[in-house]
């Protein structure tokens, strides 16, 4: 079921997730309890994708699951740009390099991570350019104990420790039918009840804050 979460619902609002969610727990016959956040993540983990600047509503932890674990180019849907920065904070020490897909040289810089294996973060993918397409589809080529790969004009050696991830702050980017087999598409649009979940542990978290506050007075006071 974990898997099914990562490649059919990272796309999907978290009411729809909660709705197949617990659809599937129903025909697998799954403990109500069974979590795909707990289950794929540790507390630590999201401990630290907090204190980088992630959101630490469900939405978001499990969007962060989704892009660290899917096995497709992750596609950021991501108006608020929150976690853009969250990604760049923890890819801060993966030879991370920032673009913007309209960038006058962005095909060199393209060529240039894919041959020295640098990880890559394309924002205002409002629609995937065709350069894209063959690193996308993995479309490498064999030759000998190396593989290469096409990029605009030119061949190029491909890394494997080349890692891209795409973004964009349009909540409604134009991805063509096709796009669906070569990316994962990660929806970090809030809804109104995932506005009210987060404004609710805001909420929590500032009382159980003064809470500890006013123990520690009482503690010193004695």
């Known amino acids: 079921m974990s898997s099914a979460f990562i490649t059919y619902l990272a796309s999907q609002s978290e009411d729809k997730r909660l709705d197949f969610v617990n659809k599937w727990k129903q025909i697998l016959k799954i403990d109500d309890k069974f979590e795909v956040r707990k289950f794929l993540s540790t507390e630590s983990e999201q401990l ?4 980088q600047g992630l959101p630490s509503d469900d939405l978001s932890m499990e969007n ?8 497709l180019c992750p596609f950021l849907v991501d108006p608020s740009s929150r976690a853009t920065d969250w990604l760049k904070k923890h890819l801060k020490e993966k030879k991370l390099e920032v673009l913007n897909q ?3 040289n962005f095909t060199t810089q393209l060529e240039l991570a894919v041959r020295f294996g640098k990880t890559l973060i394309v924002q205002e993918v409002d629609g995937v350019e065709p350069v894209l397409y063959p690193i ?3 479309d490498f080529v064999a030759q000998g104990p190396r593989h290469v790969v096409q990029i605009g004009e030119k061949t190029i ?3 494997p420790d080349f890692r891209i991830y795409l973004t964009t702050r349009n909540p ?14 990660i929806n970090f649009t809030t809804t109104r009840a995932g506005l009210t979940g987060q404004v609710n542990r805001v909420e929590i978290e500032e009382n159980w804050f003064d809470f500890c506050c006013l123990a520690f007075s009482n503690s010193d006071s004695t």
Request: hydrophobic share 40%.
């Open 102 to 104: 309209q960038d006058q």
């Open 172 to 185: 409604t980017p134009e991805l063509l039918p096709d796009m669906d087999a070569i990316i994962n598409e």
């Open 157 to 159: 050696d491909y890394n």
């Open 64 to 71: 962060a699951i989704v892009i660290l674990r899917s096995q």
């Open 48 to 51: 630290v994708w907090k204190s």
């Open 136 to 138: 996308l589809r993995k």
